[in-house]
DNA sequence: CTCTCGATTACCT
DNA sequence: GGTAATCGAGAGC
């Protein structure tokens, strides 16, 4: 397949203006219901400023987590040191180590003290693919944000970015259009065991930095 | 204090 | 497609 021709496509769809006519994702946004808010992810846009250099990622999968009522939630049994973010004030970052390796990047969601986050699995990068690159040697361009652990990598986040206001214009922050329309298929939640009745992973079909492809949506 | 195992990735066959 | 790497959160004693 000539994924060379099909980045070029999906640069001239993105479109340098979609990024310059959006605006910063205000708390209001954040502050919904997770599945309503991960959805709405798609196609939004992941701003990180390292230093002088602005890395950007059009958002192609989430997953929605919940609190007490979602098994597979890190939220699921109450509040922890670890979990705090996800019961505090939506639109903030929820940065977590797992796999003794790596870092995944989630947005927080629900009215503050109802837990929510949304689980951001996957970019399409839009803007700095050289410095992603620095961030991640020795791997291809489809290869270099299309997972959790992948993305936090390429975009230099870190537990020193756990917490930190997403709606405000700092080191890490979220903007998009209103007008973003965008295709959405959805499956089971990847990586757990529990909670695989609700098919809260969402992503852009067809894209090439989804993780991966499900090759049966589950239905049970 | 100790033990288990994870919202994963990379590298091997 | 199988599995080692790697470490800290959370649960249990």
Same mark, same amino acid.
């Given at each position: 397949m000539d994924y060379g021709l099909y980045e070029q496509v999906q640069v001239r769809l993105v479109g340098d203006d979609s990024l310059v006519k959006s605006s910063i994702l205000s708390r209001a946004f954040y502050e919904r219901g997770s599945v309503t808010v991960a959805k709405e992810l798609l196609g939004k846009f992941v701003v990180r400023v390292v230093g002088r250099n602005r890395l950007v990622g059009r958002i192609v999968e989430v997953e929605a987590y919940r609190g007490?009522?979602?098994? *597979?939630?890190?939220a699921f049994r109450g509040i922890t040191p670890r979990t705090t973010p996800m019961f505090g004030e939506p639109g903030h970052a929820y940065v977590y180590f797992t796999y003794g390796n790596h870092y995944c990047f989630n947005v927080t969601t629900e009215r503050t003290g109802v837990a929510g986050a949304v689980l951001i699995r996957a970019l399409e990068p839009v803007e700095g693919l050289n410095v992603m690159k620095r961030f991640r040697p020795h791997v291809s361009t489809l290869e270099i944000t299309n997972g959790p652990g992948k993305l936090t990598k390429a975009l230099c986040i /870190? #537990?020193? =970015?756990?917490?930190?206001? =997403? %709606? #405000?214009?700092?080191p890490l922050f979220l903007r998009g259009n209103d007008s973003e329309r965008v295709d959405i298929a959805c499956s089971v939640r990847i990586?757990? %065991? *529990?909670? %695989? /009745?609700? =098919?809260?992973r969402f992503f852009v079909p067809?894209?090439?930095?989804?993780s991966r492809f499900e090759r049966k949506l589950s239905r049970t």
């Open positions: 007490f009522d979602d098994p *597979a939630s890190h /870190d #537990k020193a =970015l756990n917490k930190i206001d =997403l %709606t #405000k214009c700092g990586g757990i %065991t *529990a909670g %695989t /009745d609700r =098919l809260w067809g894209n090439p930095y989804v």
